[in-house]
């Protein structure tokens, strides 16, 4: 959806805010907005919203924040077209709505709901949770044990222990907390926004998620203004420099605010403590700002001194460590994800997976195809030169096990028809698999797998093989500690020879 005058991003919330104060058009306000995306930037846009709409004492009078949940909808849709009492603006809240929670947020709501018990926020993490059963038209019973992997999106690394699912329901069922309604609110909100309200009346609307498809996001978009508080969350280039700047933009207006600085390690190192999590990244902060007393700086001891770490390393920190043969990082990286509960089989499936995509790397590099020109190619020659020949290595696969599947189709007539399209099913899986280039428009991870493929040989590789196959027979089949074995493995690949 293409961008609009209606819609304004984080970053030029003050500007748009300044023009309506220096032009005083009191009238300029728009009668609704929709403020999205990272809770703790969503709060400080409303706030930053309401100091210039209800300036001083104001807002203490004419200001009405509501709960954005269930019955409550209708409430402020009644209180925001209902006359104010004292003549001025008037602002009904909808906060932290789940207005716009649909279907396809499913997984987005299950990790926000484990992320929030993993905080010990029964509160937030049963709303996530009470949310997804709303919408999937589920009862607390539908979710026994053995039925979940049949109704819930289960495959995600943050369900890979659903254990917290039970300490959830039991929550719920302890406080008495309903399962909100499958009823349309977004409807209501919708009509009344097209119908109107009174004069100096406003609705403001914060939430985490939106589906820009819905019919109220485009009456929203079309009838006021839409504030995009989103940070991207994925591990590109520009994603994470979007990351970036919002931790130095939010350390810079943290550390004014206090008075004090803070060195270029240091500020490292609480990044690296937190990860991006701009909750705890404010919290640490301000905890640092108050333990440094009368000290204008901050430094990297003081934040050794002060703050633990908190940040949830992705399985892909390690694979990459391990790629590197980097065994210090590995083993640090290694811990971080046991002591966050991930499965050491699912820690052992991503080494192998690695390996395996450097081995097809390695087998492909040392082809006559581009043996002697590939090696120390910078990106721009690997992207035009390399990446042509991988594709058509990728299509020739493709061509050579869709002929064994059309042969072995020929040969199996006695198969029914629902074995047969799990089968092809099996295959089409095997064949992703084996690809070097899955998404060839994006060449950049590609071309950064050929350089890590550097720093093994084929029969490193292949020992590497039987390591990782030894260690999984180990765990599955003796009682010897997980952490042990993992350990051991890595050490054996990681090694120089």
């Not at 409807?187 to 819905?214: M, Q, S, W, Y």
């Not at 996001?217 to 009838?223: M, P």
């Not at 130095?248 to 004014?256: H, T, V, Y």
């Amino acid at each position: 959806m293409p961008k609009s005058k209606n819609d304004i991003s984080y970053k030029a919330l003050k500007t748009y805010l300044k023009d309506l104060e220096e032009k005083q058009l009191s009238g300029g306000f728009a009668p609704v907005y929709l403020i999205y995306g990272e809770e703790l930037l969503y709060k400080t846009a409303l706030e930053e919203l309401l100091k210039v709409l209800m300036p001083g004492a104001k807002r203490s009078l004419n200001y009405e924040p509501i709960e954005g949940t269930g019955n409550n909808i209708q409430a402020a849709i009644e209180r925001v077209n209902t006359y104010s009492l004292i003549p001025g603006t008037k602002v009904v809240a909808i906060c932290d709505s789940d207005i716009f929670y649909s279907k396809q947020d499913e997984g987005k709501l299950i990790i926000k709901a484990k992320q929030a018990y993993e905080n010990k926020d029964h509160k937030d993490a049963a709303k996530y949770f009470l949310n997804i059963l709303g919408i999937l038209n589920l009862s607390f019973d539908d979710l026994r044990r053995e039925n979940r992997t049949k109704v819930l999106k289960l495959d995600t690394d943050s369900l890979s222990d659903d254990r917290w699912l039970d300490d959830i329901i039991d929550y719920c069922l302890d406080n008495s907390l309903p399962i909100p309604a499958a009823d349309d609110n977004a409807e209501v909100v919708g009509k009344a926004i097209e119908k109107g309200f009174p004069r100096g009346n406003h609705l403001i609307i914060t939430t985490d998620l939106v589906d820009k498809r819905r019919s109220l996001y485009k009456i929203i978009r079309r009838e006021g203004v839409i504030i995009d508080c989103s940070v991207p969350k994925g591990d590109r280039r520009a994603d994470k420099m979007a990351q970036e700047n919002t931790l130095s933009e939010r350390r810079d207006a943290i550390l004014k605010r206090f008075d004090k600085t803070i060195d270029q390690d240091a500020y490292r190192a609480v990044c690296e403590m937190t990860g991006f999590d701009l909750r705890t990244f404010t919290q640490n902060l301000e905890k640092l700002a108050s333990y440094v007393g009368d000290r204008t700086e901050i430094s990297v001891d003081d934040v050794g001194s002060v703050l633990e770490r908190t940040k949830k390393d992705p399985v892909y920190e390690l694979t990459n460590a391990v790629s590197d043969r980097n065994v210090e990082r590995v083993l640090f990286y290694l811990k971080s994800l046991l002591a966050a509960e991930l499965h050491p089989l699912q820690i052992l499936v991503a080494i192998t997976n690695q390996i395996r995509k450097l081995l097809l790397v390695k087998g492909f590099a040392e082809s006559s195809q581009i043996n002697s020109r590939h090696a120390g190619a910078g990106y721009g020659y690997f992207k035009n030169h390399i990446m042509p020949l991988i594709q058509a290595h990728d299509r020739e696969l493709l061509d050579q096990i869709e002929s064994w599947e059309s042969t072995i189709s020929k040969d199996t007539h006695t198969t029914s028809k629902s074995g047969t399209r799990k089968e092809a099913k099996k295959k089409s899986k095997l064949v992703t698999d084996l690809m070097i280039a899955k998404n060839p428009n994006n060449p950049y991870p590609v071309y950064i797998l050929f350089q890590k493929s550097e720093n093994y040989t084929t029969p490193e590789l292949i020992d590497a093989f039987e390591c990782l196959s030894r260690a999984d027979m180990r765990l599955k089949s003796t009682g010897q500690r997980p952490k042990l074995i993992l350990e051991e493995a890595i050490l054996k690949i990681c090694r120089q020879s």
